[in-house]
């Protein structure tokens, strides 16, 4: 397994309006400085409330994993988007509540395929990235773990743990 290491955000946080681009583009062209994209890439979106430190933690927790060339490998891009600059809609500002995050969208070829709300519900309410990629992994989104379990005898993070 690779070491991680800290950087500033590699995630990058969109409009409404580049989100519905970035969904559209799926099909065609790379995201940000994404993989290339085919139809079995995947789009994860981290729909965040910037009030909420949970939401804050995770953001960081999803620099460490989308710098994981694992994931890269995986046809995985990441992308960010506050909840007050979604497009009007059923899953606009109005429809959340803040029990509701931190929530993800996720779509492959364009299309929606999971909802993710309340993820602390099973990540614990300060999860660790080394949680928060294996709520992935359950949920089909990452094929493997690339972080190492700081408690299994490598050298750990203080950020992973």
Do not use: W
């Not at 969109?14 to 583009?25: F, M, S």
């Not at 099909?27 to 890439?41: K, L, R």
């Not at 929530?103 to 070829?109: G, L, S």
């Amino acid at each position: 397994m690779e070491r991680v290491r800290k950087a500033k955000s590699t995630v990058k946080e969109v409009t409404g309006d580049e989100l519905v681009a970035a969904v559209d583009a799926l099909n065609s062209e790379p995201i940000a400085d994404g993989p290339t994209t085919s139809p079995h890439n995947i789009l994860l979106v981290h729909v965040f409330n910037p009030s909420l430190p949970v939401c804050q933690l995770v953001n960081s927790h999803l620099d460490i994993l989308s710098a994981q060339s694992a994931h890269q490998r995986d046809g995985l891009a990441f992308l960010k988007v506050r909840v007050d600059q979604l497009p009007a809609g059923p899953e606009s500002s109005g429809g959340f509540d803040n029990i509701m995050f931190p929530a993800f969208n996720v779509y492959r070829a364009g299309k929606p395929v999971q909802a993710l709300v309340a993820i602390t519900r099973e990540t614990g309410p300060r999860p660790s990235a080394l949680k928060v990629e294996k709520y992935f992994v359950t949920k089909g989104i990452f094929q493997r773990q690339s972080l190492s379990n700081p408690h299994s005898g490598s050298k750990g993070r203080a950020d992973l743990e």
